[in-house]
T-cell receptor
Framework: DAGVTQSPTHLIKTRGQQVTLRCSPI?????VSWYQQVLGQGPQFIFQ???????GRGNFPDRFSARQFPNYSSELNVNALLLGDSALYLC?????????????????FGSGTQLSVL | QKEVEQNSGPLSVPEGAIASLNCTYS??????FFWYRQYSGKSPELIMF????GDKEDGRFTAQLNKASQYVSLLIRDSQPSDSATYLC????????????FGGGTRLMVKP
């Protein structure tokens, strides 16, 4: 079975541009989350979607937005790019919404999209 | 104070030794605890998760949780050079969805 797939793998943009990152979860997984990982740091939570509804939002500006489609895939959009948005953007999926302590709440990460803003 | 703290390392151990990785967290409401391994340039890979105080073993890996001391650790027995990676500790509040709070990671180097 395929894991979490993300596209593109690498992206170079200039300041002020807009970018869309895509993610397909593991088959059977209904929840998708987005994380930003700056070099040398741990991932930081951006958004979670479950059954097409936003279930959580991290401390990121409104320039960041996301959505989930009926097939559970997701897109992350970032507008008005800043140099500080350069990072590895990780998508993660889980079976359930992440409530409780069950094994179905385990989070599996994709290989990420490396975004460079020049 | 950071919410999840890890020593950035590098932690260097000889092949075959036990590697001990530590993590402290500040929010007493944290209920779920995860260890991820991340090779350079790759995505995080889940190794262990633990919810209850005590030890949880899976192969060469043992996770230890002490909620009273707000401390979680990962032991790697018989360390191999292929274990060389950054190990990320993550915590989650109950009913927090998939909002994990990660530490900065500890870089482990296993020398042959």
């Amino acid at each position: 079975d395929a894991g979490v797939t993300q596209s593109p793998t690498h992206l170079i943009k200039t300041r002020g541009q807009q970018v869309t990152l895509r993610c397909s979860p593991i088959s059977g997984h209904k929840s998708v989350s987005w994380y930003q990982q700056v070099l040398g740091q741990g991932p930081q939570f951006i958004f979670q979607y479950y059954e097409k509804e936003e279930r959580g939002r991290g401390n990121f500006p409104d320039r960041f937005s996301a959505r989930q489609f009926p097939n559970y895939s997701s897109e992350l959009n970032v507008n008005a790019l800043l140099l500080g948005d350069s990072a590895l953007y990780l998508c993660a999926s889980s079976v359930g919404p992440g409530q409780g302590l069950g094994a179905n709440e385990k989070l599996f990460f994709g290989s990420g999209t490396q975004l460079s803003v020049l | 104070q950071k919410e999840v703290e890890q020593n950035s390392g590098p932690l260097s151990v000889p092949e075959g030794a036990i590697a001990s990785l530590n993590c402290t967290y500040s929010d007493r409401g944290s209920q779920s605890f995860f260890w991820y391994r991340q090779y350079s340039g790759k995505s995080p890979e889940l190794i262990m998760f633990i919810y209850s105080n005590g030890d949880k073993e899976d192969g060469r890996f043992t996770a230890q949780l002490n909620k009273a001391s707000q401390y979680v650790s990962l032991l790697i027995r018989d360390s191999q050079p292929s274990d060389s990676a950054t190990y990320l500790c993550a915590v989650k509040l109950l009913n927090a969805g998939n909002m994990l709070t990660f530490g900065g990671g500890t870089r482990l180097m296993v020398k042959p």
